[in-house]
């Protein structure tokens, strides 16, 4: 029985463990779009999220033989918030559409697929979000808009899993009443009149 060249047993001494380029490629590489897409809701700078993923995979890789492979998003996830927060990357402020762009003309009559994809909700929406205090936004941030699971969430965020619940269900609301139809539709007026 020979060992393959420059790698350790597992525990049980029959199978070598894997190399750190493939326990990279497993726990990390599939969660680079989430990495990008959460480095891009903190920076609003495409730029800068490029750079905050790529000092969060630098980081990962390092750390990646301590990892111990259960909850690798909420991992990678952590490690994105902690190189953000050690970067002092402030929040930019957001430069919305010009709202006398005339692709944000009222229609008279709207379906609900053209209330989705009309600029002035989709401004509505992000602008709502934006204005949720800090910890309403994380939750909604990583369980709404990235997927994360209750218990990811938690994990990340370093709370249990019901202050993750209301906080959810709080910022749901907020979001909600900032986009009641009555609220879009003095927007909409709003950037006709400008």
Do not use: C
């Amino acid at each position: 029985m020979t060992r393959p060249a420059n790698r350790a047993l597992t525990p049980d001494g029959l199978t070598p463990t894997p190399s750190s380029g493939e326990r990279f490629a497993l726990y990390v590489q599939p969660h680079i779009p989430l990495l990008f897409a959460t480095a891009y809701s903190l920076t609003r700078s495409s730029t800068d999220a490029e750079d905050l993923v790529q000092d969060t995979l630098l980081r990962a890789f390092r750390a990646i033989d301590r990892f111990d492979g259960r909850y690798p998003k909420a991992w990678l996830l952590t490690i994105l918030r902690n190189t953000n927060i050690n970067r002092g990357q402030k929040k930019k402020p957001y430069l919305f559409d010009d709202p006398n762009d005339p692709a944000a003309d009222s229609i008279e009559e709207t379906t609900p697929e053209d209330i989705i994809v009309d600029p002035v909700f989709e401004t509505a929406v992000q602008q709502a979000l934006d204005d949720l205090p800090i910890p309403f936004r994380a939750v909604v941030d990583l369980v709404d808009v990235n997927g994360l699971s209750y218990m990811e969430a938690a994990d990340l965020l370093n709370i249990p899993v019901g202050t993750v619940m209301s906080r959810l269900h709080r910022g749901r609301s907020r979001i909600r009443l900032r986009l009641a139809p009555e609220t879009i539709e003095q927007r909409r007026r709003g950037a006709d009149e400008g």
